[in-house]
């Protein structure tokens, strides 16, 4: 191929989009809708995804310090708690500071005026770095000298992993059925364009045409048509992203969910929506007219 | 030049099609390919533009070999051979001077060689004042002399008219003959398929006469 004949192709490719105007729109409207299901989908499971792990991250172990010890000696076993590879963070909680915030859970309820700050005892707030490794951690902190007693929500912090693990893999595997199927209904709507232009092949193949030749013109179309729809799809998504999210803080019962603002997602979102709208558009045209260059 | 040596062509279903071919057509040749239907003249003309290869036997086109042509060689021996059908196969939302300038632009000629060329071809075709009509627009005659213009506008030293004139009246049919054999008198090789026994008397040129895959008969009408 001729560096000169660059131009006439890409004009071609250009053209052949408006020439078969009802085909190309075809084409963008399902690559956009395709392109909104999985990107929605993505972003739900993107979201679900960090709301279990904010929860998790809530859990944490409570580690009681021997009420024997002084002051200064609970304050130093924060150094060897802080040692251990799996903490994350320990924060200090003197006897004082745990009856200040127990009377204040309890909206400063009389009941708790004869308690005093020597009837409770020093503590550590523990937050782990992962927390389906709680369970040794915890025997890892009750060897610590001066650690009385410990107390961990195994359960809890089991039940966020296992969420997690299934969230994670079902929505990987419905991403990726979602993807085979967008793909194969743009590829199908990409094959009934290039049915339509059987006879131009023909006549192209015919007087001699390459196949390169032949098949730039579509890819250039094929490449067009992918990148109209991802970038629709993707001004789309953004639009309706921000609109339900703003919806949904409006709504009392539902400020319980925290979703990620689209701006977070923007980088990778971009990426996902300009390759998958390439892809599809290149590998559909591609694999669509290889049936007809059979000529 | 063309060359057929023993050639048969079975297809995939197992019907032969061609049984032992041999005939060979010079450079320069006038040349009608008679035969009924299913006597596998469409499959010789497949054989030469090397949409099909041959079970056995050899068949050479302008130098190529066609038994053992390499995939990316067929678009080059295409430009050797320009082809003619019975149905025009032009691109009906193009203008007559566009139909024929996509068949140069569909091999890399650069625009200043289609400017040159294609105002030629249309004169020779007779189609030079209607460059700028449709084919939708055009009388069957006309829409066949275009797609005659098409198939010589890159200069190839075969043609190949598969039943160029079965579509078209008595008068339109003489008028197309006629300018096949203007074509050849340029110099170009001429293959007339067809099975209109009148226009093969009126021109009195070579027949190969094929039935059920056999050449039964090859010489000159009289």
């Known amino acids: 191929m001729k560096f000169s004949n660059i131009g006439y192709l890409l004009k071609e490719g250009f053209k052949g989009i408006f020439l078969h105007g009802f085909m190309s729109f075809a084409a963008v409207c399902v690559t956009v809708a395709c392109l909104i299901i999985v990107g929605s989908f993505s972003i739900l499971a993107y979201n679900l995804d960090v709301m279990v792990q904010d929860l998790n991250q809530t859990s944490e172990i409570l580690v009681y310090v021997d009420s024997d010890l002084s002051d200064a000696e609970a304050r130093s076993i924060g150094t060897k708690i802080n040692a251990l590879n799996n903490v994350l963070q320990s924060t200090f909680v003197s006897r004082e500071q745990a009856l200040q915030d127990f009377v204040e859970d309890h909206n400063g309820d009389s009941a708790f005026n004869g308690v005093q700050p020597t009837d409770l005892r020093h503590r550590y707030v523990v937050t782990l770095e992962d927390n389906t490794l709680m369970e040794q951690t915890d025997a890892q902190l009750r060897q610590i000298p001066g650690v009385a007693d410990t107390k961990a929500a195994y359960a809890l912090a089991q039940g966020f992993s296992t969420i997690q693990q299934v969230l994670h893999i079902a929505s990987v595997a419905l991403i990726a059925v979602l993807l085979v199927i967008s793909l194969l209904i743009i590829s199908n709507t990409v094959k009934l364009a290039m049915y339509d232009r059987r006879d131009e092949i023909a006549i192209m193949k015919m007087v001699g045409a390459t196949n390169g030749f032949i098949r730039l013109p579509f890819m250039v179309e094929g490449f067009t048509l992918g990148m109209m729809g991802a970038v629709l799809a993707f001004g789309l998504e953004w639009i309706g992203y921000d609109a339900l999210v703003e919806k949904i803080s409006t709504v009392d019962a539902l400020k319980l969910f925290t979703f990620v603002p689209f701006e977070t997602l923007l980088v990778p979102m971009i990426l996902v929506f300009a390759a998958a709208g390439l892809f599809v558009g290149i590998v559909g045209s591609w694999t669509s007219i290889r049936k007809f260059m059979d000529v | ?222």
């Not at chain 2, 003959?177 to 203007?182: I, K, N």
């Open chain 2, 1 to 222: 030049m063309i060359e057929f040596t023993d050639v048969v062509k079975c297809y995939e279903q197992g019907n032969k099609a061609l049984n032992g071919v041999t005939m060979q057509i010079d450079d320069g040749e006038f040349c009608f390919l008679v035969g009924p239907s299913g006597s596998g003249k469409s499959t010789i003309i497949k054989l030469i533009t090397g949409e099909l290869r041959p079970t056995s036997g050899t068949v050479k086109v302008n130098g190529y070999a066609l038994e053992r042509i390499r995939k990316r060689e067929i678009p080059l021996l295409r430009r050797t051979v320009g082809v003619v059908f019975q149905d025009f196969r032009l691109i009906p939302n193009m203008t007559v001077y566009d139909n024929v300038a996509f068949a140069m632009r569909v091999i890399g000629a650069r625009e200043r060689e289609i400017r040159d060329r294609v105002p030629y071809v249309l004169e020779l075709v007779g189609l030079e004042n209607k460059a700028n009509r449709h084919p939708g627009e055009m009388s069957g005659g006309e829409q066949q002399r275009l797609a005659i213009a098409r198939a010589l506008v890159n200069n190839p030293s075969t043609i190949i008219a598969d039943e160029p004139t079965g579509n078209l009246d008595p008068a339109r049919s003489f008028e197309i003959m006629a300018l096949l054999q203007e074509i050849n008198n340029l110099g170009t090789t001429v293959l007339v398929v067809t099975h209109e026994k009148n226009l093969v008397e009126l021109f009195a040129k070579r027949v190969i006469a094929i039935d059920d895959g056999y050449v039964v008969s090859d010489g000159r009408e009289r």
